[in-house]
């Protein structure tokens, strides 16, 4: 489970790093990767095609 976990740090640290690259302060970041992974997990245990529009509102 740990190898999991840390896998999962580098990810979102990873895409931190990404969107502060194109400007994004690093505390929205850090928001905008956590409400994102949040929306992931959430969507995995059964609402797939539901939570999709849920995690980019202000694309519609």
Do not use: C, N
């Amino acid at each position: 489970m740990t190898a999991v976990e840390t896998a999962r740090d580098k990810v979102i640290a990873d895409e931190v790093k990404s969107l502060v690259k194109f400007g994004i302060p690093k505390a929205m970041a850090q928001q905008m990767v956590a409400a994102r992974f949040q929306q992931r997990v959430g969507g995995e245990e059964g609402e797939s095609s539901e939570a999709e529009p849920a995690a980019w509102p202000d694309m519609s």
